[in-house]
């Protein structure tokens, strides 16, 4: 297929649905070879995203990982060096939400379940991403942040932390490795249509909506579109960035 990602390959965390299906769905409509990352309990979500890319006419396939573990996460970038000989994009996307609460009513436990996921799962993603890049001679990393990693929302604080030390990662490296011809760069995304955006009420999504300008929810495709814009070479001057795609809602009200 012919496209901004033409001949190119890598991978798509937390790709069994929401932001991540539609990234994969992009990457791989823009001609690029796309391996499709989820956990394993999430295979079947994995194995609809890959036939959805198939039956486009695109190239990919199912490869299990749990981000916040640092042998699965060496594997995952293991399998598209071996599968395809090289790693020239990743998007680094699967993240989880968390109990909503003050600070001070947030359980240990769940402070260290997001950052496990959120943070270091980036983190270990990142330094196995960044290696195989290395001995490629470049590529493109995108972290999924979001507009709670520009901002604090009320009651998401392990959420919070969480997204902003992935904007903290990713201009670390970006710095580090620019002249490696390595660009990293972050999407911070508003309110999107997702299961993640929809599992928690009616009311609490309107909330975490209302610091927006345009007043709808964003699509999961209108993430995809920066994601994979972010990752060609039409972006080949941008590394660093923790691009808002959130309808104007760190902008100011
Ligand atoms: N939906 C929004 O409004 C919104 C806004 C800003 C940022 N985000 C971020 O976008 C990303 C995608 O979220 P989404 O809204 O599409 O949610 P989602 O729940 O639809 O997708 C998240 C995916 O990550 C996977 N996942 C969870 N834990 C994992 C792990 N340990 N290892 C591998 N995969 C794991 C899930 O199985 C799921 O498929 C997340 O990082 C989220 O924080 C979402």
Request: net charge negative; charged share 20%; aromatic share 6%.
């Amino acid at each position: 297929m012919t496209g901004s990602m033409a001949g190119r390959a890598g991978l798509v965390t937390g790709a069994a649905g929401g932001i991540g299906r539609a990234c994969a769905v992009r990457f791989a409509a823009e001609g690029a070879s796309v391996v499709v990352s989820d956990l394993e309990s999430a295979r079947a979500g994995g194995e609809e995203t890959v036939a959805m890319i198939r039956k486009a006419g695109g190239t990919a396939e199912f490869f299990p990982c749990d981000v916040a573990d640092a042998g699965a996460a060496e594997a995952l970038v293991a399998h598209v060096v071996e599968r395809y000989g090289q790693l020239d994009f990743a998007h680094n996307n699967a993240g989880i939400g968390g109990s909503n609460g003050r600070l001070a009513d947030i359980s240990d436990e769940d402070f260290d379940r997001i950052i496990a996921v959120n943070l270091r799962g980036t983190f270990l993603g990142m330094k196995h991403q960044i290696r195989a890049m290395l001995g490629n001679g470049g590529g493109a990393i995108v972290n999924t942040s979001s507009n709670a990693g520009l901002r604090g929302v009320r009651l998401l604080s392990p959420y919070t932390a969480s997204k902003h030390g992935i904007v903290g990662l990713t201009r670390n490296a970006a710095v580090e490795y620019a002249d490696d011809g390595i660009r990293v760069n972050a999407v911070c995304p508003g309110a999107i249509v997702t299961p993640l955006m929809m599992r928690g009420s009616p009311e609490r999504a309107l909330e975490i909506r209302r610091p927006q300008a345009m007043s709808r929810f964003g699509q999961p495709e209108e993430v995809a579109a920066a994601v994979v814009w972010l990752c060609s070479p039409d972006a080949s001057f941008v590394t660093g960035v923790a691009m808002p795609v959130d309808a104007g809602s760190v902008a100011g009200w």
